[in-house]
């Protein structure tokens, strides 16, 4: 099980980290990854890390605003977000599967999600 949280209302340029909670001792061996949607569109990756946290892949328009990482031994994953813009806002959602991907349909386990806000 996942449980996103650390969403708000931030203004534009400002920070907000994201926490995602894994219960469950098989998750330290799940690559996590993040998804946001935004009203009216398609949901979209953010960012993926591998189970080691050896490796990390972004979206290019969240390279270098964003960090993804894990503290394996609280089994979470976070998402810093930086310098957020107002197309930042959308519900964010954490995922979990055995390998890393950049789609959607490859992960088997969601998160609720959490709100982001970003006002300009």
């Known amino acids: 099980q996942l449980q996103a949280s650390g969403g708000g209302l931030v203004q534009a340029g400002g920070s907000l980290r994201l926490s995602c909670a894994a219960s469950?001792?098989?998750?330290?061996?799940?690559?996590m990854g993040w998804f946001r949607q935004a009203p009216g569109k398609e949901r979209e990756f953010v960012a993926s890390?591998?189970?080691?946290?050896?490796?990390?892949n972004y979206h290019n328009s969240m390279k270098g605003r964003f960090t993804i990482s894990r503290d394996s031994g609280k089994n979470i994953v976070y998402l810093q977000m930086n310098s957020v813009k107002p197309e930042d806002t959308a519900v964010y959602y954490c995922?979990?599967?055995?390998?890393?991907?950049?789609?959607?349909?490859?992960?088997?386990?969601w998160g609720q999600g959490t709100l982001v806000t970003v006002s300009s």
């Open positions: 890390i591998n189970w080691r946290g050896s490796a990390t």
């Open positions: 469950g001792r098989a998750f330290i061996m799940y690559a």
């Open positions: 995922a979990a599967d055995l390998a890393p991907s950049i789609y959607s349909s490859n992960y088997g386990y």
